[in-house]
Each structure stands twice: as C-alpha cells, then as structure tokens.
C-alpha cells in the first residue's frame, strides 16, 4: 500500500484523476484530511484537466462535495449537470459512470 503522507496536493489530484481502475480511496482520504485547504486545488485541476480524456474529473467533484466547502460550490454548480447525468446513466444502463463524466466534462 503506497503512503501519501508526503504527496503534495498536485501529486495527490494527478494520482487520482489518473487512477486506472476503481476507487483511489487512500489518495482521496489524504486529501479529505486536507479539508479546506485543498478547494483550490482541486477547483484549479478541474479547470486545467477540463477536456483531458485521460483523466476522470468525477473525483474532484466527490472530493469538493466531501469537503463541503461554499468555496467550491461554483465548481459543483458547474459540473451537476454532467455529475447528476451519468449517475442516472450508470444506474440504468450499467455504464460506468466516471467513464460517462470524464467523456461530457470538455
């Protein structure tokens, strides 16, 4: 199991949003734990991963709900349509959601 204890915030938001398969769940807990702090990286990747087909932006938007912060609430008002679009496609069609938003978030 790695330790991102030492990962910057920068590090932490490329290992997640490039996470091959499944959940990045340490790397987000690690983030989590950064609270507040880290709304403004995590608002400035989506805006510089916007588009990128590589990477799966679905996180950031868990991760700024997670947090809870009205700092980030414009990125969350931003992205709701795409979020609340693919949940219900994953749920009806067995289509991977995160595979859905990283498709519609350019």
Do not use: F
């Not at 709304?39 to 087909?53: H, I, K, M, N, Y």
């Not at 980030?72 to 219900?88: K, N, Q």
């Amino acid at each position: 199991m790695e330790d991102y204890a030492t990962y910057s915030i920068n590090d932490l938001l490329e290992k997640i949003t490039t996470w091959p398969v499944g959940m990045p769940v340490r790397a987000m807990e690690r983030v989590l734990a950064l609270g507040e702090s880290a709304v403004p990286a995590l608002t400035q990747a989506r805006e510089r991963w916007r588009g990128d087909e590589n990477r799966d932006l679905l996180w950031l938007i868990v991760l700024l709900g997670e947090i809870g912060s009205a700092n980030g609430v414009p990125t969350l008002i931003d992205m709701r349509p795409v979020a609340t679009a693919c949940l219900a496609i994953s749920t009806v069609n067995s289509y991977p959601g995160a595979a859905c938003a990283r498709r519609h978030t350019g």
